[in-house]
């Protein structure tokens, strides 16, 4: 509902875009927008395991990983995301890996990031470092740079344009807030918001005030809980545990380039972990929390549309199957923290019935991958 009517401010995009069909829906406009996104995000991630799967054929390493990856928090908060920002700027994030692969001008890319940043400013932290990751990967296979240095210099001659434009709009939003941002601004928003009856007690007043305030006043108050937000022990079991798999998988993947493959995957761990700075501006926790695990699944599908691929053609080790399958059976009945102090609210026995089709297909892929090693073998 906030848009640039009264002048410009961050976040304001997406209000712009759709204020002529809010105006006329209201509540029930907001709802089919969020409900529309929220779906079309579910499908796409969907797709993009599909493919996944078939490029590392029906790899049992790949299966299990995807199998955490759909039950873990993420997953669920995904729902409760709904009517938020985050789906689009992922949509916009992945239509932008597409490009990339593509070769499709990089300014292309770089638009929709910048667009992103219109919307929200988190795609600075969530995904433009991963779509970057990315790039180098593929400019890796591509180039074959026989230098470090050549390797810098060749990728900034060819992806500037993902850095350069980015970077610009982050900075004018900066800049917007500290030297033009009228403080008349925030009356004209609370006005706006106080017109419609569906918004909460109170949220025409916070909303505006969120969105007035600097990103260094933001840094100012969470800073000193930045480091109690890291090592919160509950978070770094929920998200911490299936990530190592997803960095296993990353480092196998990873290996199969010829060059630079330690700092790669030194990368590839950064950039997983990058969303976590947002503790340092932002109060969302269990929000912060789930974005490592879509970042390191974009991180592993990227990377396989690049041929970076382990096949079916060897038996799992134990190592990596007992652990994967226990975590898995824990997330099943693990209780994913909302936002604003709530909770999930899946009884055991609703979970069970939920996850049954789900174990289900998931034991038949297995077999069929198991079925595969088995044929190569022979």
Request: proline share 4%.
């Amino acid at each position: 509902m906030i848009d640039y009517r009264f002048g410009f401010v961050k976040r304001g995009l997406l209000g712009t875009l759709f204020s002529p069909f809010f105006a006329i829906n209201g509540e029930g406009g907001i709802r089919i927008v969020g409900t529309l996104l929220t779906a079309v995000l579910c499908m796409i991630l969907l797709w993009l395991a599909i493919r996944l799967v078939r490029a590392c054929q029906f790899s049992t390493e790949i299966l299990l990983v995807l199998a955490l990856f759909f039950t873990s928090s993420y997953a669920v908060t995904i729902g409760h995301f709904n009517g938020y920002f985050d789906h689009v700027l992922m949509l916009l994030t992945i239509c932008a890996y597409f490009l990339l692969k593509s070769d499709r001008p990089i300014i292309f890319s770089a638009l929709l990031i910048g667009v992103g940043l219109l919307i929200h400013e988190t795609i600075l932290v969530v995904g433009l470092p991963s779509l970057i990751f990315f790039a180098l990967v593929r400019y890796m296979k591509i180039a074959e740079p026989n230098s470090f240095g050549s390797l810098i210099l060749g990728f900034w001659r060819k992806y500037k344009w993902l850095l350069i434009i980015p970077i610009a709009v982050f900075g004018w939003i900066l800049l917007h807030q500290i030297f033009f941002q009228d403080a008349s601004l925030q009356w004209a928003l609370e006005s706006r918001l106080s017109e419609f009856d569906f918004i909460e007690a109170d949220m025409d007043y916070h909303v505006p005030e969120a969105y007035m305030t600097s990103f260094f006043t933001y840094i100012e108050s969470n800073a000193p809980r930045f480091v109690g937000k890291l090592m919160d022990p509950y978070y770094l079991i929920l998200i911490g545990l299936p990530l190592i798999f997803f960095m296993i998988e990353g480092w196998y993947q990873l290996i199969l380039l010829p060059k630079y493959r330690y700092l790669l995957f030194l990368m590839f761990v950064g950039v997983t972990l990058a969303p976590l700075t947002l503790h340092l501006i932002a109060w969302d926790t269990s929000r912060i929390w789930s974005y490592p695990l879509l970042v390191a699944f974009l991180g592993v599908w990227g990377m396989s549309e690049l041929g970076l691929v382990r096949t079916s053609a060897h038996k799992i080790s134990p190592r990596f199957f007992i652990p994967a399958v226990t975590i898995l059976l824990l997330q099943f009945f693990a209780w994913t923290p909302l936002m604003d102090g709530e909770i999930e609210r899946f009884s055991a026995l609703m979970r069970v019935m939920i996850y049954t089709p789900f174990c289900i297909l998931l034991v038949l892929l297995l077999n069929r991958s198991s079925s595969s090693v088995q044929s190569t073998k022979q």
